[in-house]
């Protein structure tokens, strides 16, 4: 079990977020880089179909294939939080991962624990403001969770820093109000308003592949613009309390861990199964 001590846990309700160095076995990392490949195949395919790109560059590498390709294809939008394209057995993985799950259980303070249906990956590439999250809560996004506790973790696949688009927090602000919101007239993001942003000071958190990064779900945050030469590689996947669980986190969430009753856990082809018929961008 991996362990997070009384501390870590104090420190994470005190000031809004913890950043667990170290943390994530390879096996994780693999499963979202598989995952991610996935979706990068699928986005190469599809500029080749239009005929933006000569090849589908199956020669490169991970961390710069898509890099390429989308120089090649003259920079074209893509989508910039895919979730519907991860589904897969690994996604499933990924999210049943026991590592997750300790983390989980150890800020939730319960062993009764469900995935929330809203993951993402950011496959952010330079200099794209159309990628750029603003500040925001992520129960904006949910308001159902206002007063429910959920716990977004995030995690990187190569280094990120201050250049290419950490994650920006603002300490102790997580049990502020749930704010109304306004879209980000640049990026057409979801987020607080110009107005709620300016006085926030921002924490940046540099990070390293294995650390995640967790925060409850009225925690402001933001990413910085990635101003590197790189694709920034990162997933987000949320948790909950099975017992206050969410309308919004049960659509696509399920329930994951529940010692003593592991019939209560959803297997990875139930929850495959309910994302049939639902394409791409539109959940
Ligand atoms: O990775 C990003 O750019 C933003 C991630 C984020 O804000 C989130 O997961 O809530």
Not at 114 to 131: E, M, Y
Request: charged share 20%.
């Amino acid at each position: 079990m991996t362990t997070i001590t009384p501390d870590q846990v104090k420190s994470y309700h005190k000031t809004g977020y913890i950043h667990l160095k170290s943390i994530l076995p390879t096996n994780l990392l693999e499963l979202s880089q598989f995952a991610l490949n996935r979706w990068t195949n699928k986005t190469i395919s599809q500029w080749h179909a239009q005929g933006l790109i000569p090849s589908t560059y199956p020669e490169i590498d991970f961390q710069h294939r898509l890099l390429q390709a989308w120089h090649a294809a003259g920079k074209p939008n893509y989508s910039r939080s895919p979730r519907r394209d991860l589904v897969c057995p690994e996604m499933y993985q990924i999210l049943v991962h026991p590592t997750l799950l300790d983390i989980a259980q150890a800020l939730l303070g319960t062993a009764e624990i469900s995935v929330h249906g809203i993951f993402n990956a950011r496959p952010k590439l330079p200099d794209q403001k159309w990628t750029d999250t603003p500040w925001h809560q992520d129960a904006q996004y949910y308001r159902d969770a206002e007063e429910t506790h959920v716990i977004s973790m995030w995690y990187p696949l190569q280094r990120t820093t201050e250049e290419n688009s950490c994650l920006q927090v603002a300490p102790g602000l997580h049990g502020s109000k749930l704010l109304e919101g306004a879209v980000d007239e640049e990026s057409g993001f979801l987020g607080l308003s110009r107005e709620e942003s300016a006085d926030l000071k921002g924490h940046s958190i540099e990070m390293d592949p294995g650390d995640v990064l967790c925060f409850p779900q009225k925690m402001p945050h933001r990413a910085l613009p990635n101003q590197s030469e790189a694709v920034r590689w990162s997933m987000d996947v949320r948790y909950e309390a099975t017992e206050s669980a969410t309308d919004s986190g049960r659509d696509k969430g399920f329930v994951v861990r529940s010692p003593g009753n592991s019939s209560a856990v959803e297997s990875s082809d139930t929850w495959l199964s309910r994302w049939e018929g639902i394409s791409a961008g539109t959940y």
